[in-house]
Antibody, heavy 119, light 110 residues
Framework: EVQLLESGGGLVQPGGSLRLSCAAS????????MSWVRQAPGKGLEWVSC????????YHADSVKGRFTISRDNSRNMLYLQMNSLRAEDTAVYYC????????????WGQGTMVTVSS | QSALTQPASVSGSPGQSITISCTGT?????????VSWYQQHPGKAPKLMIY???KRPSGVSNRFSGSKSGNTASLTISGLQAEDEAHYYC??????????FGGGTKLTAL
């Protein structure tokens, strides 16, 4: 069964850091681009970051550029999002998603992990 | 990158057809056939319904169809059913090598 399972969410103070993880199974992980998409409480979807299958190319939304870093470990079928200098507006459910290519469409989603930035 | 423009809400009676629009610019929807549509029920992860403007993933009902004209993409649901009631989001690749979502549309089945 194709599955994505996020972890690492929680409560963090403004200016703090957090690393999200996403464990992939059921497909050839290294073949596909992967993205993080977030959804603030009661709001719509916002694409955050994308990484190519090899990990050689990364893309970030302007809202997180310079603060967030996406990475992957294809030997462990793991996707990561390192989040630094967190702000209140980063509060959201963070989903990892399998891309059909790179920045195209997301056919598999995880269940999401909640990140709350508050003092 | 500004979000794509979708109506906040649409509604229809069971059995009817409804269309949700998604308006972008020549830097996203108008230049690339990389428009997707997602369905999201409350408390659930989004589900891919349409990709590359008009293609349906395996398992998605053929009541769902997509199209594009100029800078505007559309999702049509025919034979509306109660379980179609959800939020729908469009997305598009952009010329800045990013991806942008629409603000979302709440579909109510009357």
């Amino acid at each position: 069964e194709v599955q994505l399972l996020e972890s690492g969410g929680g409560l963090v103070q403004p200016g703090g850091s957090l690393r999200l993880s996403c464990a992939a199974s059921g497909f050839t992980f290294s073949t596909y681009g992967m993205s993080w998409v977030r959804q603030a409480p009661g709001k719509g979807l916002e694409w955050v970051s994308c990484i190519s299958g090899s990990g050689g190319s990364t893309y970030h939304a302007d809202s997180v550029k310079g603060r967030f870093t996406i990475s992957r470990d294809n030997s462990r079928n793991m996707l990561y999002l390192q989040m630094n200098s967190l702000r209140a507006e980063d509060t959201a459910v963070y989903y990892c998603a399998k891309d059909r290519s790179v920045l195209s469409s997301f056919d598999i989603w995880g269940q999401g992990t909640m990140v709350t930035v508050s003092s | 990158q500004s979000a794509l423009t979708q109506p906040a809400s649409v509604s229809g009676s069971p059995g009817q057809s409804i269309t949700i629009s998604c308006t972008g610019t020549s830097s996203d929807v108008g230049s690339y056939n990389l428009v997707s549509w997602y369905q999201q029920h409350p408390g659930k992860a989004p589900k891919l319904m349409i990709y590359e403007v008009s293609k349906r993933p395996s398992g998605v009902s053929n009541r769902f169809s997509g199209s594009k004209s100029g800078n505007t993409a559309s999702l049509t649901i025919s034979g509306l059913q109660a379980e179609d009631e959800a939020h729908y989001y469009c997305s598009s690749y952009t010329s800045s090598s990013t991806l942008v979502f629409g603000g979302g549309t709440k579909l109510t089945a009357l």
